[in-house]
């Protein structure tokens, strides 16, 4: 258990839709990434957020957006859902430490589109 | 993020050594050298990382080169729950606590321990 909670775990949704995939970090980490993991690609980095505050974007795309909470947990907000949108949404979580932190993965959320 | 390069999959007999290799021959200064791994569709797991002296867990050992442009990830007696996806990383260190570098994946090393 790396300490990091992802839900909903599965998530079955139509085309057109919007869903929120919810993540708390580990107690105490204040940085939060989300990635992508479908099929035909690795895992690709979306967004991260330090204590609120957005501190870098990957390939996320405009009709997804999200945020990190004052109780530092984040949400992914996923609009227009198309069929390409099926995948593995995984968030993970890193805290400060004096070197070379660590960064833990929650157990994803399986998001498919019909 | 420097990139990586690893070979796209091995096989280990159970009970022996695994050692998975990585090139990382453009790796700056300031970054460190992690490994995780992704067993079917779960969330990566963490496994080891290090800047530049070698390192041992309970999980594994990272093994790199003293001009730090390559290192090797020896798993000591393989079990076949070891077979999973292997991803070499590097990534700019805590700069004090503010700024973090994301994690970078490549394809990674499929790795199968066979019975």
């Known amino acids: 258990d790396s300490g990091v909670t992802q839900t909903p775990k599965h998530l079955i949704t139509a085309t057109g839709q919007r869903v929120t995939l919810r993540c708390s970090p580990r107690?105490?980490?204040?940085?939060v990434y989300w990635y992508q993991q479908s099929l035909d690609q690795g895992l690709q980095f979306l967004i991260h957020?330090?204590?609120?505050?957005?501190?870098a974007k990957g390939n996320i795309l405009e009709r997804f957006s999200a945020q990190q909470f004052p109780d530092l947990h984040s949400e992914l907000n996923l609009s227009s859902l198309e069929l390409g949108d099926s995948a593995l949404y995984f968030c993970?979580?890193?805290?400060?430490?004096?070197?070379?932190?660590?960064?833990?993965f929650g157990e994803g959320s399986w998001l498919t589109v019909v | 993020d420097a990139k990586t390069t690893q070979p796209p999959s091995m096989d280990c007999a159970e009970g022996r050594a695994a050692n998975l290799p990585c090139n990382h021959s453009?790796?700056?200064?300031?970054?460190?050298v992690y490994w995780y791994r992704q067993i079917h569709s779960q969330g990566p797991q963490y496994i080891i990382h290090?800047?530049?002296n070698n390192e041992t867990n309970e999980m594994a050992s990272l093994i790199i080169t003293e001009d730090r442009k390559s290192s090797t990830l020896i798993l000591p007696h393989a079990t076949l729950r070891d077979t999973a996806v292997y991803y070499c990383?590097?990534?700019?260190?805590?700069?004090?606590?503010?700024?973090?570098?994301?994690?970078?994946f490549g394809q990674g090393t499929i790795l199968t321990v066979h019975p």
């Open positions: 993970a979580s890193v805290g400060d430490s004096p070197s070379g932190n660590t960064i833990y």
């Open positions: 107690s105490g980490d204040l940085s």
């Open positions: 957020y330090y204590n609120g505050e957005e501190r």
């Open positions: 290090g800047l530049k």
């Open positions: 990383i590097v990534r700019v260190a805590n700069a004090g606590g503010t700024s973090y570098g994301k994690l970078t």
């Open positions: 453009t790796i700056s200064g300031n970054e460190y």
